[in-house]
Structure formats: structure tokens, C-alpha cells
């Protein structure tokens, strides 16, 4: 069943993103799935710990450029919070628009 605010194209929770990407490359997949990304892909751990260890290395105020930055959470959300100047670059004009929300 589809969600009943996805656009046409948009797989329900548990399918298969892929196959979408696939059909419709990536850019404007991701600009289709937007903000059910998070709560499809949500176990950052790995990302978080990550984002941990780069925020060690740095030194406050930093500038960082997350490139492929999606939504911005977790990763420039993060690194903002502790005092770095993160710049989002990504190809999904609506994963932009969900990071500088």
C-alpha cells in the first residue's frame, strides 16, 4: 500500500529504494522520498560515532563541508551543535530543503 501523501513513484515503507533510484536516478529519487529518508534509514549509529570522532579532531568553529548531506540529520545536525560551520552539498534540491530546515 502507498502511502497516501507519496507521490506515485514514492515506495512505501520496507520497499525496495533502490529500484526507484534505478528508474528515476538519483537526485530526483531522493527529492520523491525526502523526508520519509530518515525515518526509512534510521539506525546511525555507525554515522553517529563518526560524526563523534570528527568533532574530537576539531577544533571549535571549524569548517566542515558534508558533502552528500541529505537531510542533515544526523551528521551536519551534529556537527553544528558542537560548534562547527557546516556547509550541505547535495544533489536532491528537497533533502537541501529538509537540511537548512
Known sequence: MTHPMAHPMTPSPGEDYGSLMDELGAPT?????????DDTFNDR?????AGGWLIDLLPEGARVLDHGCGSGRP???????AGLEVTGVDESERMLELARE
Do not use: N, V
Request: charged share 20%; glycine share 4%.
Open 29 to 37: 529519487a531522493f527529492d520523491q522520498i525526502g523526508e520519509r529518508y
Open 75 to 81: 551528521t551536519a545536525e551534529q556537527l553544528t551543535q
Open 45 to 49: 549509529t555507525a554515522q553517529i560515532a
